[in-house]
């Protein structure tokens, strides 16, 4: 039983590409969560996502930054035009049900380096 | 925006010692939760408290959500190696979202 598989585990980004981080949640999971960890910090909250629904994005900045969550398919967290400060770790969490109080499991993250 | 003040930042214990970490919030939340995080990992879930006063133990773990809503902690009994790594308390609040604390760094020597 396969956890929440995020991929690349590792990426370098040159600035002004674009970053594409998946997320495959687990299986039989369709609430997907995408947060952000600088070093030495907790985990920021950016998007909640539902099966082709983004349910809250309050934490994900308004501009470059854009998810997805398709019915087939991994979630989708795409950074265009990227910067130095956007080097961080993203991680990723999967529920089977959305509300209060449901557990929610991590993947093992993608590390962005903006060079 | 909520906010979690977690303490202590850093803890260097023996092994074999007792280990206390807590969160406190200005606002009330509704569920409480306590991650561990390994170095390059992403953070697992160690314990969940989901009621106002609630007690639960995972092992030599014990967690509690406090009486007003507004802290947790969090303690580990008889420390052994492999509890090094950096634990966080994580709130839900009226949404889906967690609200992470900043982590507390825990080492220790054998």
């Known amino acids: 039983n396969a956890g929440v598989m995020q991929n690349p585990r590792h990426l370098v980004r040159r600035r002004g590409q674009e970053a594409r981080l998946r997320c495959s949640p687990m299986?039989?999971?369709?609430?997907v969560y995408w947060y952000r960890q600088l070093p030495e910090e907790g985990l920021k909250f950016m998007v909640y996502l539902q099966k082709e629904n983004i349910i809250d994005e309050s934490g994900m900045p308004k501009e470059r930054f854009s998810a997805e969550f398709p019915k087939e398919g991994p979630s989708i967290l795409r950074i265009q035009q990227v910067v130095r400060g956007d080097s961080a770790a993203y991680f990723c969490?999967?529920?089977?049900?959305?509300?209060?109080?449901?557990?929610?499991?991590f993947g093992q993250g993608t590390r962005l380096t903006v060079v | 925006g909520q906010q979690l003040n977690q303490s202590p930042q850093s803890m260097f214990i023996q092994e074999g010692e007792d280990v206390s970490m807590n969160c406190t919030s200005s606002s009330i939340f509704n569920t409480w939760l306590w991650y561990k995080q390994d170095p390059g990992e992403g953070p697992v879930l160690l314990i969940a408290l989901y009621k106002a006063g609630e007690l639960t133990s995972n092992g030599r773990l014990t967690a509690q959500f406090g009486i007003t809503r507004k802290d947790s902690f969090l303690n580990i009994s008889a420390s052994i190696p492999s509890d090094v790594g950096i634990y966080f308390c994580a709130g839900q609040g009226g949404s889906e979202k967690l609200v992470f604390g900043k982590g507390t760094k825990l080492t220790v020597n054998p």
């Open positions: 299986k039989g999971h369709s609430h």
């Open positions: 969490a999967s529920s089977s049900l959305g509300g209060m109080g449901t557990e929610a499991f």
